[in-house]
Each structure stands twice: as C-alpha cells, then as structure tokens.
C-alpha cells in the first residue's frame, strides 16, 4: 500500500532555498525543471521508501540517499508515511532538530 509523502517545515525551506540558488545562478526554467525532477523522485518514495542507507546511529530510523549526486536526502518511514526530514544541495552537513 502506497504511504504519503510528508515535508517537514525545514525540508521544504530547503526545497524553496534550492530553488532560489539555482534561478539565481542558471534561470528560472532550470530551477523549475530541477525542482520538479526533485519532487517526481521524492514522490516515488510513497511507492518505494525502503530505499537509501540505514543511520540509526543519528536518529533511529533516519534514512539517506542522493538524488542526481547533488542532493541528499534525508526522511523516515513510518506504516503509513514517509516523512521527508532535509534536502541538502551540494555537500552541506545534514543538522537534525530533535524528535
């Protein structure tokens, strides 16, 4: 059964700043298409959320993977959701709230 895909506050925050880099730097049609790339793969974690490497040494049931070898990708993945935590363009350092 397909679970829903969730952004946290600051994953679309980082989704918003990604898109601002990129128009700034190669136009606004790049970035939408970019970002619409993004959101496709993202989307596809609702059928497939098993994916990308295990770091329960960070947070219990936090998962990584890339996307296009510029963004990483962090989220859980809980019975009914995938809950999409950061997305880090470029090798910046993954900070983590809380739970």
């Known amino acids: ?3 829903r895909v969730l952004f946290s506050i600051q994953a679309q925050a980082d989704v918003d700043d990604l898109y601002d880099y990129i128009a700034d730097s ?3 049609s790049i970035a939408d298409a970019y970002t ?3 959101d496709r793969y993202v989307r596809s974690f609702s059928d497939f959320p098993e994916r990308g490497t295990r770091h329960d ?8 993977t890339g996307f296009e070898r ?6 859980t993945v809980s019975e ?8 880090l363009y470029a090798g910046r350092s993954l900070v983590l709230p809380p739970d």
């Open 1 to 3: 059964m397909p679970r």
């Open 26 to 28: 190669a136009g606004h």
């Open 36 to 38: 619409a790339r993004l």
């Open 57 to 64: 040494h960070v947070r219990p049931g936090l998962r990584i």
């Open 70 to 75: 510029r963004v990483t990708i962090a989220f």
């Open 80 to 87: 009914d959701a995938v809950v999409i935590l950061r997305l």
